[in-house]
């Protein structure tokens, strides 16, 4: 059996739905055919039985049946009392007297004799039965009861049995049984072929999803669709719609990849051009004998280490634009948010000795990734540091799940508050500031997952504002023991 399960799983999907309609059909067709037939039978058989009781005649039976048990002889023509091509009185010890002309004997049964002996006389019974020349006839058995000899005395108890043949009805069954077996093929054959034509359209589309599936594994190709009528919803049309998205979604992943590679090679290329520029100098130095002046080889150390700084920044960012929507970095937990805001601020305020940063922080907890989310707050206040004019004032505050950082530097002009997180986005006016155009974009993402949002601002009377907006995790953390 498990063979058999594992060829019929190994057919194509069409071979099976032709199959599995054609089975189906066979077993409702075999049903029908089946019922039809012993229908048939019951009403034939039941037409037999009517037509053995109206064979009977007269209320003398009891009478002419104790007289042909006493002559045991066939009664005179046109005196019978049953019409039948057989028909005979038997006692209860199975002895038959012919009482009508017949063309011969029903042969009896021991059930027949204990139907005589024993049964009620006002009941009928019927049987398939045979005849002395092994010919097959439906039997009536009547039970007459107990009849008197000629001195008065009780004798055996006698019953009627007649018969009539059953070769015309058999005949007639038997041409229905390949009437029906002829109806059946033929319908199981157009039930397959049925089968196989729905399921072949049926599964078109199929094909065709398979056909884009194959093409782009084998050129790569993106851009293939396939095409869905904007009113069907069955299963089809919706894996058709799957794979539309999930090709639309796999393009535009390859193209910020390709956007990201780019625009990483040209940010990169900037300061590496600057690094081998300055190590080109102080090695050509080095090879002529002619040093550079103190100053100047002190000013080239400081531009390589800042430059090589710089390259180690944009790689992490790099890094971390990398992972996928749904790769984590770090198990995500409750993290308290005062705090993490706290640890970022003592970052900030020894990048900006010269700036006033105040803050002003309430308790608040939220599910995220603790050291991304800290490197997202740091790049906020690294912006407002970066920004804010000397002895310029950062404010800082935390409260119901929002925080907002507010610097007083120059702002960032309407048309460009769209963009400020795309990646490598950087402002005009910025592009002279160190830095990669990558911090906000990471700002965005860590705080996009951890289910809250960020928008930047201008801020009245001057600067920016950055907002983060964060959901409070369901729980607090547990409180620490003394």
Not at 263 to 273: F, S, V, Y
Not at 389 to 397: A, K, L
Not at 452 to 475: I, K, M, Q, Y
Request: aromatic letters at 4%; a neutral charge.
């Amino acid at each position: 059996m498990s063979k058999v399960a594992r060829r019929f799983r190994s057919l194509p999907i069409r071979s099976r739905l032709a199959l599995l309609v054609a089975a189906a059909v066979a077993f409702a067709v075999a049903a029908v055919s089946v019922t039809c037939w012993f229908i048939v039978q019951g009403k034939l058989y039941e037409q037999l039985n009517q037509d053995l009781q109206r064979g009977m005649r007269g209320p003398q039976q009891i009478q002419q049946a104790e007289q042909a048990l006493n002559n045991c002889s066939t009664t005179p023509q046109g005196n019978g009392f049953f019409r039948s091509n057989y028909s005979q009185v038997v006692t209860e010890s199975g002895k038959v007297c012919v009482t009508d002309d017949s063309t011969g004997a029903v042969k009896v049964t021991q059930a027949d004799k204990e139907q005589i002996k024993n049964a009620d006389t006002g009941r009928i019974y019927f049987r398939d039965g045979t005849d002395e020349h092994g010919n097959a006839v439906r039997v009536m058995v009547r039970p007459l009861g107990a009849t008197r000899t000629a001195d008065g005395e009780a004798g055996p108890s006698v019953g009627f049995v007649a018969a009539v043949p059953l070769k015309s009805t058999r005949n007639t069954l038997n041409d229905l049984s390949l009437i029906l077996l002829l109806v059946s093929g033929v319908g199981v054959l157009g039930a397959g072929a049925a089968g196989l034509a729905v399921a072949r359209a049926g599964l078109r589309p199929v094909d065709k999803l398979t056909d884009a599936v194959e093409h782009v594994a084998r050129t790569e190709d993106l851009t293939v669709r396939i095409p869905v009528e904007d009113d069907s919803e069955d299963e089809i049309a919706r894996l058709s719609r799957s794979f539309n998205s999930m090709t639309s979604s796999l393009a535009s992943s390859r193209e910020l990849q390709q956007q990201l590679i780019a625009d990483a090679g040209h940010e990169l290329r900037t300061p590496l051009t600057s690094l081998r520029t300055n190590i080109e100098l102080l090695t050509r130095s080095e090879e002529t004998g002619r040093p550079l002046p103190e100053a100047d080889r002190k000013a080239l150390l400081a531009s390589v280490k800042a430059q090589v700084t710089e390259l180690a920044s944009l790689i992490g960012d790099l890094q971390e634009l990398s992972r996928s929507e749904g790769q984590r970095g770090e198990r995500v937990q409750v993290v308290p948010l005062r705090d993490t805001v706290e640890a970022a601020l003592r970052r900030a305020r020894l990048r900006g000795p010269e700036l006033t940063i105040t803050a002003d922080l309430e308790p608040w907890y939220v599910m995220a990734e603790p050291s991304a989310l800290e490197r997202a707050i740091v790049n906020v206040l690294d912006n407002a540091v970066k920004f804010s004019p000397e002895g310029g004032t950062v404010d800082v505050r935390l409260g119901d799940g929002v925080l907002t950082v507010r610097d007083h530097g120059p702002g960032i002009a309407e048309d460009e508050l769209p963009h400020v997180f795309d990646r490598f986005w950087r402002s005009p006016s910025a592009r002279a500031l160190p830095g990669s155009g990558l911090g906000l974009s990471i700002v965005a993402r860590t705080v996009r997952r951890a289910g809250g949002e960020v928008t930047l601002s201008r801020a009245d009377g001057g600067g920016t504002v950055a907002t983060l907006r964060l959901p409070g995790a369901p729980t607090a953390p547990p409180a620490e023991a003394p």
